[in-house]
């Protein structure tokens, strides 16, 4: 006998070789009926999977959210069979699942294109009415080369051969098709439902390799109703139109260029908005009692050996050798991906005691990171970027309180720039491969789970993905459409003080290691600018807007009145531009709010008569009348940056 313990801690008994459906039966045909596949120890099977041990089960239901996988991955086996009887002689590579859908490479002689796509659509839907159940084999290596190479199947023969030796050949079926898969699959085609959409064709080599035959690759979405897929589709269409590159070209702000590849060209309306953001986090983090401070963006190979950092991200790190030097100085430089170990040096230099901490070192240092040209994306992951890093230098006693004072920081900014809602905090712990002793995790691990229990903030435990050197708290926003990003990130560092032989004299006179908390809010400030961006869809708030006000004139005689107004604006520090061109005002007005000027002072004969302007907002149909005074410090008083 076997023992399944269910998840409200309840067990059961059962022979060895009774289904998970079977289970699912005794304890109600309900369940049953509803269950589409279980997991057992954190991993998911079939129902109709024969239990041999004793094991944690969870049966998983359609409406689950792990359910999404599955009904993805069901998707995608629909699909290929679809394509396959809607197009004779097409080769099926490989159809994983992904964040939101999932895809399928195939191979033929003309690829397919986006008008091809309704055709499969509708076949996959008669396949799913069909209501095949999806079952599975286990088949010899070489009952399987044989089948697959009698189809011409050649990507899927090259697949199996290359299998360790011991692995499992397992097929799944659904209906007369099949392929080779690992599972799990739900019970029947019917279970995948009606919410999924074909949505786009793309080209990808063979294993990804240029030197490998090219494929045609499906991208599909499913969803387990309508109303999800409905959101997840206008999502999509509001990510578009406010995709940071197309605004930021409609903006002026930044463009990129193949000979800088990953580092970007900042227009003055760009820098603004950039110098505007680091200016505030200077008052900002200056307000919370820390020190600035600026180190070399090039180092020693020798600081990183130090730190840990060559032997865990040398390959994320651009290397400078230098031929010429004497063999005395032959070590490589590194440009610096992260500012930790210069920080460590200025905290280093000169004798530190207890009175000295904390010592909150900030610095929004140049880093230098090599990502491949397929990952890059905008703003979003560029190779030269600022970080607002800081580290801070503490006892013991003082490190949950730091840890707390830096998570009020990091709320403090985020409500600033309008992305306070729904914060969510990662707690990440110890990985696999890391550094350090394990007393000295359990240290760091407690520290940060003690904090969270204090801070009252929603968070949610993320096993095992912490960074080499430390266990750490991810902060992950919320846009105005729905996306999460992970931006502030609190790590505390345990490992690294050790190895840069960092000390302070403690209260008994001896030499005692402080602790290193790593801390970021915005992260790469290139990178934020873009989440800003798109989620004020280039509507920015009046104090980060590059150009906050235009003065548009609607006939040239209130051109002087105009050149006025906006030394006016100008005077009291307001960034203010003057357009008198030769032009209709409702030209002018549909060009600056194109590119998402918040405010336009419009004057014609009345105004100048009147002494006055007339305030259109963007996004707004209407003229508010004021004096020009009164305007002035209105928006004046709007344009004051936080803190």
């Not at 997991?39 to 998983?60: G, P, R, V």
């Not at 010592?359 to 994306?377: D, K, L, N, T």
């Not at 006000?549 to 005689?557: F, H, R």
Request: charged share 30%.
């Amino acid at each position: 006998m076997i023992t399944i313990t269910l998840p409200n801690g309840n067990t059961l008994e059962f022979a060895t070789g009774t289904s998970c459906l079977e289970v699912a039966k005794s304890i109600a045909k309900s369940l049953a009926k509803a269950a589409v596949a279980v997991d057992l120890d954190n991993q998911l099977h079939d129902l109709s999977f024969a239990l041999e041990k004793n094991c944690a089960m969870n049966i998983i239901k359609r409406e689950d959210d792990r359910a999404l996988e599955l009904i993805r991955h069901d998707a995608a086996h629909v699909m290929a069979e679809a394509v396959q009887k809607l197009f004779p002689g097409t080769q099926v590579t490989i159809g994983p699942t992904i964040e939101n859908g999932f895809y399928y490479d195939f191979y033929r002689k003309e690829p397919f294109s986006a008008e091809d796509l309704p055709k499969i659509e509708k076949k996959m839907r008669q396949i799913i009415e069909q209501n095949h159940p999806f079952t599975r084999e286990i088949w010899s290596r070489a009952e399987a080369i044989d089948f697959f190479k009698n189809k011409g199947e050649r990507f899927k023969v090259e697949l199996i051969e290359d299998l360790p030796e011991d692995e499992t050949i397992t097929i799944y079926k659904q209906g007369e098709w099949l392929d080779l898969c690992r599972g799990p699959h739900m019970p029947s085609t019917k279970y995948i439902g009606t919410a999924f959409k074909l949505m786009k064709v793309a080209g990808a080599y063979w294993r990804g390799d240029s030197n490998k035959p090219m494929l045609s690759r499906i991208y599909g979405t499913a969803w387990r109703t309508q109303d999800e897929l409905d959101t997840h589709l206008h999502q999509l269409e509001e990510a578009e139109k406010r995709d940071h590159r197309k605004v930021g070209k409609e903006m002026e702000l930044f463009h990129f260029q193949d000979e800088a590849p990953g580092q970007v060209f900042w227009h003055n309306n760009g820098w603004i908005i950039y110098t505007e953001l680091l200016a505030y986090m200077r008052r900002k983090v200056r307000n919370h009692n820390y020190i600035e401070v600026n180190t070399p963006q090039m180092l020693d190979s020798r600081f990183w050996q130090a730190s840990g950092h060559w032997e865990k991200y040398r390959e994320n790190m651009f290397i400078i050798n230098d031929d010429n030097k004497g063999e005395k100085d032959k070590n490589p430089y590194a440009l610096k991906p992260m500012s930790c170990p210069g920080n460590a040096q200025l905290y280093n230099y000169g004798v530190k005691s207890y009175r000295d901490l904390p010592i909150r070192m900030a610095e929004f240092g140049r880093v230098f990171r090599q990502e491949a040209s397929g990952a890059r994306h905008g703003l979003m992951r560029v190779q030269a970027f600022t970080q607002d890093d800081a580290h801070i230098f503490c006892s013991d006693e003082q490190l949950e309180d730091e840890v707390i004072a830096m998570c009020d920081l990091i709320k403090e900014v985020y409500t600033d720039l309008g992305m306070a809602k729904n914060i969510v905090i990662n707690f990440s712990t110890r990985p696999e491969e890391r550094i350090g002793s394990d007393e000295d995790w359990d240290r760091a691990e407690e520290a940060l789970q003690k904090v969270l229990e204090r801070i009252g903030m929603k968070w949610i435990l993320n096993a095992g993905d912490g960074a080499f050197y430390a266990p750490k708290l991810d902060f992950i926003l919320t846009d105005a459409i729905g996306r999460e990003w992970q931006c502030g990130t609190i790590q505390v560092d345990m490992n690294m003080p050790t190895r840069l032989e960092m000390s302070y004299t403690a209260v008994d006179g001896q030499r005692h290691t402080p602790h290193m908390i790593h801390r970021a809010i915005l992260g790469s400030v290139e990178r934020f600018i873009g989440v800003l961006i798109e989620h004020y869809a280039g509507k920015l708030p009046l104090w980060l807007a590059p150009v906050q006000v235009v003065v548009a004139t609607i006939t040239s005689d209130t051109e002087r009145y105009a050149n006025k107004v906006k030394d006016d604006l100008v005077k009291v520090g307001i960034r203010a531009n003057l357009d008198i061109r030769n032009e209709k005002i409702g030209y002018k007005i549909r060009d600056h709010s194109n590119k998402k000027v918040p405010v336009i002072f419009v004057l014609g004969k009345q105004e100048i008569l009147a002494n006055s302007v007339a305030i259109r907002r963007l996004g707004s149909q209407v003229n508010k009348i004021m004096s020009i005074k009164d305007a002035i410090t209105l928006i004046k008083d709007e344009a004051t940056p936080p803190a």
